[in-house]
């Protein structure tokens, strides 16, 4: 569907939606976007592509982290923007590997400190924090995982200057939801 079909509106307590503005068909696609960010989780390594996310038992592995996997050389050369600071981060840590929350926040931080193209319909600022909703205890985690996200980082981002001012590391914790195919 063609932009301006699609209007964004608050829906109080949940977020944004997405609302087609003109009549569709049956079957027609509305709407697709490439995940802003995401990651294999540690016990889905080695048995699937982490640009293309198919599982396959027979992938290249990267030669300087030898954790990520690829389907093929094109998969792996789309994937490498993206993953060569996070590369860096995860050969500086060895043998420690960060939960998948980490990971994804710190992709995420990449993205954010990178120049990338905006959403058309959405950016990383748009989603709605849970953080009021967290309990003590749920909030003292989160400041554990921001502290192991900032050790992950510091290979490529030694001080908190660095960051844009925007970026709470807090904040995106508490705006992403780690999910898994079981």
């Known amino acids: 569907m063609e932009p301006g079909?699609?209007?964004?509106?608050?829906s109080p307590g949940r977020g944004s939606g997405l609302r087609a503005l003109k009549r569709a068909r049956p079957g027609e696609l509305l709407y697709r976007a490439e995940p802003f960010a995401c990651t294999v989780t540690k016990q889905r390594l080695g048995g699937v592509c982490e640009r293309c996310l198919r599982r396959n038992e027979r992938l290249l592995r990267c030669s300087q982290c030898k954790i990520a996997r690829y389907c093929d050389t094109r998969c792996?050369?789309?994937?490498w923007q993206e993953h060569k600071r996070e590369c860096k981060c995860l050969?500086?840590?060895e043998p420690n590997f960060p939960p998948d929350?980490?990971?994804?926040?710190?992709?995420?931080?990449?993205k954010l400190v990178t120049a990338c193209p905006s959403e058309k319909l959405y950016s990383f600022s748009d989603l709605q924090s849970n953080i009021e909703e967290l309990s003590e205890e749920m909030k003292e985690g989160l400041?554990?995982?921001?502290?192991?996200?900032q050790l992950?980082?510091?290979?490529?981002?030694?001080?908190?200057?660095?960051?844009l001012p925007a970026i709470d590391i807090f904040q995106i914790f508490a705006k992403v939801s780690v999910k898994t195919d079981s």
């Open 5 to 10: 079909r699609l209007e964004k509106f608050p």
């Open 76 to 79: 792996q050369k789309e994937a």
């Open 91 to 93: 050969k500086s840590i």
């Open 101 to 110: 929350s980490v990971r994804l926040v710190g992709r995420i931080v990449f």
């Open 143 to 149: 400041r554990h995982l921001a502290q192991t996200l």
């Open 152 to 163: 992950y980082l510091r290979v490529e981002i030694q001080e908190a200057f660095q960051l």
